[in-house]
């Protein structure tokens, strides 16, 4: 069985370059309200693999500090700013198979296009710092496809006035 943590990049910004857009203080508490939740869940991915668009990279970087030492590995994949359901399917495929747990950090559409489809389900949108666990039915990345995987758990961020 392989696990993937599915985070969609924490709210950011306006900015004129979209790819450039930096979180802003919304996203890093939402990204603070998303660690806790998954601290005490005892979730611990071995890798996070994120885009190459500034809030997707400054999101994995703040997850990686909520975790400490846990997770000290950031990839970083150009390809995955604005990546449909297949160049992420692509680079998840090839991820090594000794990697059971792996954190995907990307924006909307193509990361609820991927949620629906390897969970056969309908979702609309996940939330800015959301996270999805999939657990996946398989022992190969490279068999990741269509409904091979069931939903364990959906947080959102807890946002209260006094953050």
């Not at 809030?55 to 846990?70: C, M, N, P, V």
């Not at 996270?131 to 190969?140: A, H, I, K, N």
Request: glycine content about 8%; hydrophobic content about 40%; overall charge negative.
């Amino acid at each position: 069985m392989k696990r993937l943590y599915i985070v969609r990049n924490a709210h950011a910004g306006i900015g004129a370059i979209d790819r450039e857009r930096e979180l802003d203080e919304q996203g890093i508490r939402e990204l603070h309200s998303i660690g806790k939740q998954m601290i005490a869940a005892g979730m611990r991915p071995n890798v996070i693999l994120t885009g190459g668009a500034r809030r997707s990279i400054d999101t994995a970087k703040h997850i990686r500090e909520i975790f400490g030492l846990l997770v000290n590995v950031i990839d970083i994949r150009e390809e995955l700013y604005n990546a449909d359901i297949h160049k992420i399917l692509d680079i998840l495929q090839s991820l090594p198979d000794e990697k059971n747990s792996v954190m995907l950090v990307v924006h909307n559409q193509g990361v609820t296009d991927l949620l629906s489809s390897i969970t056969n389900s309908e979702y609309k949108e996940i939330p800015n710092g959301g996270l999805v666990v999939v657990e996946l039915r398989l022992r190969r990345w490279k068999d990741i496809e269509s409904n091979t995987g069931r939903e364990l758990l959906c947080l959102r961020p807890q946002l209260t006035t006094e953050e």
